[in-house]
């Protein structure tokens, strides 16, 4: 199966450049480990907790619908 990156990560990783916003400032704003936001947006955390796309969410100022759909 090849390695593809999913739907979530694409989605976080578009918005943030959109608003501007670093891996390092989305995890200060979401108060999640910079660590975490790099493993979601390269697919190497492939489905993150409920909790954790919630503060990304929270912190880019948009909907857990929004970050999920394609």
């Known amino acids: ?12 990783k578009k918005l943030r450049k959109e608003k501007g916003l670093s891996q390092d400032k989305l995890s200060r704003l979401a108060d ?8 979601i947006e ?3 955390i492939k ?3 409920i909790d ?3 503060k990304i969410a929270n912190a880019l100022s948009v909907s857990l619908d929004t970050l999920m759909k394609k």
């Open 1 to 12: 199966m090849p390695n593809t990156i999913p739907t979530i990560a694409k989605n976080i």
């Open 32 to 39: 999640v480990a910079h660590a975490t936001i790099i493993k």
């Open 42 to 44: 390269s697919g190497g």
């Open 47 to 49: 489905s993150p907790t």
């Open 52 to 54: 954790t796309v919630q």
